[in-house]
Structure formats: C-alpha cells, structure tokens
C-alpha cells in the first residue's frame, strides 16, 4: 500500500457558489429555462475553480464531491441504487440526466407523489434528504455523479460513510409512519451495504486518486455496543479491497470514542473535530494513523488563534503525523469576507469565512513543515491581536443587560397551568398559517431598490403596507380564522431581528446553503443583546387594522435566534440565550399592548442545536426551553402563545415541547406521514397542537382529499379541542398560485372533518 500522506486540507467543499452560481441554474432549469447553462455544467465550473483555489493556497489534498447539486445524502441514495420506486423507472440509473431528474423528483416531490422526508443534518442548519429503504432493500453501485471531473492523484473523492448512511436512514412500510433502523437492522444491513460500497470506492481508485474519505459523523452520537463489531468488520472490507488510502472523517463533537474505534481498523487516516474536543484532544490516539486535525472551526466565523491551533499541532506532531484541516465542510460557513466592504472595520478583522479559512489551514501547514513565508508570521500576529481586541473591545459588554440577566428568577420563566387558561373564542379546528406568505418579484425588487437607493424608505414602506393589506384579504377570502400579516417587509426570520437588536451585525453577501437552492445570510452576533426600540409592532397594527378577525403577531424565538447566527464564542450559550430571550420578552409585552391576543414565537431550530450525546442532552434542554419562557411568560393567561418547529424529529422532543408551554405548537409532520401523532397519544399530549398537513418544501398542491385523509388521522390520535390546521412551514418561497390553491384545499379540507366532529 502507498505510504502517500498529505499536509493540508479542509474537510469537504461548498457547492452552492460564492455568488450563488448553482442556485440561480437550478431554480432556472426547475423552471424549464433551457436557455442558460445546466446546472450539471455550473457545479462543474465550480468546483474546478475551487480546487485551483485550495492548490494556490498551498493545500495538497482536494476533497471532490462530483456533480452534488442537491444534498449529498441524496447523492448517496442515487449512487447506491436505492432512490424511492415511487420516483424511478428501469430507465433512471441509465443517464446522469435521467438520475438527477430522479434525485430533484425524490428532494421535491411530483404532482403524484410526495417528496422524501428532509430533516436537519446532525446539530446544523443544513438540510438532508432522508433515505428511504423498504423491507426487502437491494443495494447497488452507481458511481456516475461522484467519478465526475476527477483530475488528478490530489483529488479526494468524499462520500457519506456507510455507518452514517443507514443511522441516518428510514425503514419505510406501507401503511406505517417511516422509522429509524433498529440497532439490529442496522447490523444486518451493513454487510451487504459495504459490498456496494466496496464497488463505489473500486470505481473511484481506478481514476488514479491515493486517497478516498468516509464522512461518518453518525460516529459523534451514542453508538450502540454492538454495532462496534458490524463498523469494524465493514471497514475492514473496505479497506482491504482497495490500495487506496482511506480516511474517515468525524465531526461535530469530540473524536476521541471514534478514535479509539477505527484504529481497529486497517483505514490509514482519521479527521477528527478539535474546535469541539477537550483540551486533551483524542488522548486514544496511537500515532499509528494520519491524523487529520481540524484546528480551523468549519461553522463559524470567527478568525482562528493560530498561535494556540500551533501549539496543539505541534504537540500532536510529537505523537504521529498529523494534516492541518478544517473541523467539518465549509458549506457551513459564506466562501469570501472581500465583498463584505459595509462590515464595520474592527467586527471585520474579526471575522473569517471560507477563503480566510483555507489561508488559514495553509499558513498553519507551512509553520508546521518549516517553510513558513513572511506573510505567515503576519496572520499569526494578525490573529493574536484580534483575540485581544475581542476580549476587550467596549462594543461587546453591555453592562446593563448582564445586570438584567443576572436579575432573572424562575417566576419570570412561568405562566399559569395551561388547563387553567381561557381558551379563545374559535370554531373547532382553527385554520391559520405559520406566518410568511410568497415573496414575490415585486416585493425582492422593492427591496433590492431600497438597497441601491432607487426609492425611498417611505416608498418602501408604502408599498410593504398595500402587500400587508392585500395578503390580509386573501386570507379572508380564503376563509382562515386567525391570519397573519404575511411577513413581506422582512427578508428572513432571524436576520430580520437581528438588523434591529444592538449586539448583531448583518452580511450583505454571507450566504450559505440550507438545502436544494435554498440560502440563508446568517447574521453575526458578536456581543451582548439588547433591543433599541419596538421591532414588530407596526406591521401587527397594520394588519389588525385591515381586519375584524384576530391577527398573529409573529416572532423568531431566543434559541433559533442563536442556531441561525454565528454566535460569538467567548461566552457560554445559555447566557446568550437569556440576553435575546429578554429583548424578545419587551416585543411581546409591546404586541400585547397593542392588542396581538395570539402571539407566535417560532422554534424551528430547537432540536437542531441538541447536542448529539444523550449524556449532554439534558443540560441544554434546561437552558433552551428556559430561555423560551423567559421571553413569553410575561403575558396574560388571556393572550396565547403559539410556537412553530419544524424538521426536528418530534417523536423525541414531547417533552421538550411540553416545557416550552406554549398554548399552541405547529410542527411539520406531512412528509413523515403523520407518524408524530401516534407518539402524541401516548404522551398524553395536553397542549394545543398543529400538525403540518401540507408540504411547502414541495411544489406540489395536495388535494382536499389528501388533506382531509390527514386531518383524520390526527383527530383519531389528539383530542380535536386541541388541534389547529396549518401548513408545515412558512410560505415565502412558494408562489401565490399554488399557495391560493393549497389553502383553498386546506380549509375545505378543515370545514368537512369539522362538521364530521360537530355532528
């Protein structure tokens, strides 16, 4: 076997682009435009550019995802034949064409069929699609997308690792909800998925790469004792049917376990997260192995302390040999700070994103290997300083709000019981939305010309209020009973808020992908949080105003606020959760007095930041949940608090649901057929409750009857006095033709099982 070790890398590649190159093709091809360039052709360009630019920053080993235009489990589920049948033919595996037409039909569904369920990526914001395997699953090699553009031995092609794949995946049956394989299954399972593997990774080695990586981050979560034997046993065929070298990647939390694992294992290499590990980083470690250490944090943006990341390279350079790498993919993280020139100059020098981060691995790798440049030195002592500038800057310390936050009792965290509240005057059954409504051309260009100072702000804002307006009468039209203002005025749910709390800094360019074409600019919370000035209350009145009927005020919640951000790193969470829980306890006071008697405050990231051990997972379930109710528990018993989660594996949190307390929470559950409700009636579950019955991540218009199969089932499982109907999600990125028709469905959907329940 070669004895080929490389010096510098990152984990993984972003595919979106760094001016969203790949979204624009997709959203246009999705569209039938034949006009531009494939967007087969666009990820091409892309990660051609991207290698040259790991090669001119010095890194010597090029991870390789092949044509990903999607996700990369769905990649996965193309490439080992196992795509739902509901969306193949004999044909699809024929073409690249006709697989990715099949990949897009699974990720968004058909006017016949839903899509696969999509759920978030271990404790991140990013988006993969479930994989679906059937009682009698056959396993089969397809490596077309992953062997595509592959240029050379430094190419390291990256696929999910088969461990994680099936942790990941669902066993689906019909008539029954799609659930996670048992630790038996999954042991059953693993032989026969490693011999697909085993033809994968064949294909891959004989484009002349020395190196193939494994990413199997499932390894960062409790492992079942006896899956130990099925990891090993899998990994030692597949080493031992290939030359090339193999290197498993973990991530997201401390390696050490995993470690100690796969040096069972004849795989030559192991990537391990030190931005997340202890102090003592992966003490099992032998020396025996290619450590590939992630010193550089692969999800934030914060510029990196190169002089403590050297001291723990060199340290470990002692045990065995070691490469410098990022701590997980940089799809986490915006590609390049340069464009971000409205950055205030010292929160800038800060900051790092994607290409900082390559210059940052390659700088650490030269120090290492003693052939340092002067400009290595440099960001060395660039860095250091930047350390000292953040621990002392005054734009960070509010005194004030730590004295508040310091001032909070459990009596701020509590309401009255729930069955001790009044309950609205509503019919059985209430209908409402989750808040957005389509932002449309019209609105996207008001806002682009209130950028490029084309309009006013008071034209602007004319032209918000008509859309308010206009979404509150197609509401009425539709007959929903507790509306929304439809959201038009703010471009996302978080960095909305944080355009208007003290402690924020929004980017203009820092996209990153959440899934398929979709991005997100997360905003950047460097200090401590307050809030200025009422943020909300305004487009509440607007509303309420255009309508007898009650109007939702609409918030995002403290833990989401952080998941969504890149928070600063130099306090614990749970303190910062408290600083914008309070900020938001003042807007909800303010809607309140303003009239709001419904007031949602979404959640949809609380699951997300769970941490992956079950040993950890209670401490910050205290923290996260406490600091919801610190920012909602200051109201009457009379005025509701609704909250919205959403892909979060509801089955598991109940109980958190229950400690949140809110008086309603909407959830998606159409994607996983319904099958939270079952775990709801075994809970007992007493509070209300929004079962998602329409998809919005998936361009199709469910049916009446397909919404009212739905609503039957949730009433034979929750006590209807509890139950409200709602879409899964927001509506923002859907068009007002399928919205206008989906909902109309919806209600008449709601009106029949209403009347089933009245009579």
Known sequence: MTTYNFRATVASPPRIGPNRELKHALESHWAGNTSGPTPWAVARELNAAYAEQLRAAGLDSVPWLGISLYDQMLDMTAALGVLPARFTTPDTYASVEQLLAACFATARGTAEHPAAAMTKWFDTNYHYIVPELESEVSFSAHPELLLDGIAGPEFRPVLIGPYTFLRLARRVAEGQAPRPL????????????????????????????????????????????????????AYETLAGATEVRL?????????????????????????????????????????????????????????????????????????????????????????????????????????????????????LARLLGGTARPEDQALVELSARVWEERRTSPRIHNEQVRDRVRGVTEADRRRTPFDQRPRPELPVLPTTTIGSFPQTKEIRSARARLRQGVISAAEYDSQMVAEVRAVIRAQEELGLDVLVHGEPERNDMVQYFSEQLDGYAATDYGWVQSYGSRCVRPPILYGDVSRPAPMTVRWFEVAQRATEKPVKGMLTGPVTMLAWSFVRDDQPLSETADQVALALRDEVADLEAAGARFIQVDEPAIRELLPLRVADQPAYLAWATGAFRLATSGVADSTQIHTHMCYSQFAELIDTILDLDADVTSIESSRAGMGVLQALAQHNFHLGIGPGIWDIHSPRVPSEAEIEHLLTQAVRHVDPALLWVNPDCGLKTRGWAETTASLQNLVAAAHEVRATITA
């Open 182 to 233: 048992t630790p038996a299954e999954l042991s059953d399972l693993l032989p026969s998925l490693t011999q697909a593997y085993v033809e994968l990774i064949g294909a891959l080695a004989a484009t002349g790469v020395r190196w193939i990586q494994l990413d199997e981050p499932a390894l960062m979560l409790d492992v079942p004792i006896e899956h130990n034997d099925a990891i090993i046993a």
């Open 247 to 363: 290197l498993v990647a973990t991530y997201f939390g401390d390696g050490n376990s995993a470690v100690e694992l796969l040096q069972r294992t004849p795989v030559a290499g192991i990537a391990v997260d030190l931005v997340t590990s202890a102090a003592d980083p992966v003490p099992a470690w032998d020396g025996t192995k290619l450590l590939v250490a992630g010193v550089i944090d692969g999800r934030n943006v914060w510029r990196t302390d190169l002089r403590r990341a050297k001291e723990q390279l060199e340290a470990l350079q002692q045990r065995g040999p070691i490469a410098v790498s990022t701590s997980c993919s940089l799809l986490h993280v915006p590609y390049s700070l340069e464009p971000e020139t409205a950055l205030d100059a010292e929160l800038r020098r800060w900051l790092a994103f994607g290409a900082s981060k390559i210059d940052e691995v390659g700088t």
